[in-house]
């Protein structure tokens, strides 16, 4: 079969410049297709490394073709990185619509340069497989029969490999699940936080939870007023007073995924007002519980649960054992 002429002379270049502008309009409307994560992997792994080879060695004689498929993704590997980097010193840094136009900006522009030094080579080299070009390739009717089976493992090895990378990155793990619980100041700031109030004045702030478990949850948020010492030589924490304060709630939230290209958005947000009656330095306990909350053992009689099992709470709460957030509290006369 003949070499390609005309257009046809720069076949492979014209479909990389199109998979490029395919690729950008499929990030934008089908995201999550197959074709997307596919056309991205040779966008990275291939491209950039096709077109610098093919523009700064557009004669046959150069190199072989296993050379250049070769140096195609070590290159491809060398040169993403490096506009990564590029981009991390612009105001526009390393995020997906950056990193999208500058490569494919990289690849149409190396691949316009190659068209034009494929046309004014004397020998272009011109992508065009047959079974003699293979063959004459890999010497196969002058090799020994060991010779031909080494080949046969090392293309079979190679097509597995690149088969394997391909799954990797079209099927990642599923990212850690976890769940944001912060309170913020009245003003809706990590800020201004009522740490110093008097007898009975009103505290106000604002306890927020988002959630990216990967599924729905029900979360229960209970608050509690908690008298402690914690002695440091021998590292034990003595609760003595343990008081439920009013508005424990619960709430049942979807899946957020995780948007690290967009601003942060709350998912779900409520005010929460308190006050202390008696003064002393306290802690305010958020404890934060999913799909059930443990049940509490009857109410004592003045209302302090710090001599029954519920102290546990607070004591696996300072170990990190559960989600809690915490706000000390000092109240005067």
Do not use: Q
């Given at each position: 079969m003949e070499e390609p002429k005309g257009i046809w002379k720069y076949w492979d270049l014209l479909i990389?410049?199109?998979?490029?502008?395919?690729?950008?309009?499929?990030?934008?409307?089908?995201?999550?297709s197959l074709a997307r994560k596919g056309l991205g992997?040779?966008?990275?792994?291939?491209f950039p490394g096709y077109v610098f080879i093919t523009a700064l060695f557009p004669e046959r004689k150069e190199l072989d073709n296993l050379e250049r498929l070769a140096l195609s993704f070590g290159l491809s590997i060398a040169i993403v990185p490096l506009i990564g980097l590029g981009l991390n010193y612009t105001p526009w840094g390393i995020r997906l619509i950056p990193i999208l136009v500058s490569l494919t900006i990289f690849n149409v522009a190396l691949a316009l340069i190659a068209i034009y030094r494929r046309s004014k080579a004397f020998e272009p080299w011109i992508p065009w497989i047959t079974l003699e070009r293979i063959?004459?390739?890999?010497?196969?009717?002058?090799?020994?029969?060991?010779?031909?089976?080494?080949?046969?493992?090392?293309?079979?090895?190679?097509?597995?490999?690149?088969g394997t990378l391909?799954?990797?990155?079209?099927?990642?793990?599923?990212g850690e699940a976890f769940t944001e619980f912060y309170i913020l100041g009245p003003g809706g700031k990590a800020s201004d936080y009522p740490t110093e109030l008097k007898v009975g004045q009103e505290g106000k702030v604002i306890i927020g939870i988002v959630n990216h478990e990967g599924r729905n949850v029900t979360y229960y948020v209970q608050i509690w007023l908690v008298n402690l010492t914690w002695e440091n030589q021998t590292n034990t924490t003595t609760i003595y007073e343990m008081y439920p304060l009013p508005g424990w709630f619960n709430v049942t939230l979807p899946n957020v995924p995780i948007n690290i290209e967009g601003n942060w958005t709350p998912q779900f947000e409520t005010n929460y007002t308190f006050s202390i009656k008696r003064p002393g330095d306290w802690q305010v306990w958020f404890l934060l519980f999913k799909d059930n909350q443990p049940k509490l053992p009857p109410a004592p009689p003045d209302g302090n649960y710090a001599e029954t099992e519920t102290r546990n709470l607070i004591l696996k709460a300072i170990n990190?054992?559960?989600q809690s957030l915490k706000l000390n509290v000092h109240v005067k006369e």
């Open positions: 990389i410049i199109g998979l490029s502008l395919i690729l950008d309009v499929l990030i934008f409307y089908a995201p999550n992997l040779a966008f990275v792994l291939f063959k004459g390739e890999l010497e196969w009717e002058s090799s020994s029969r060991l010779d031909k089976a080494l080949t046969g493992i090392l293309i079979i090895a190679i097509i597995t490999s690149i391909t799954y990797v990155i079209t099927h990642p793990k599923p990190g054992t559960i």
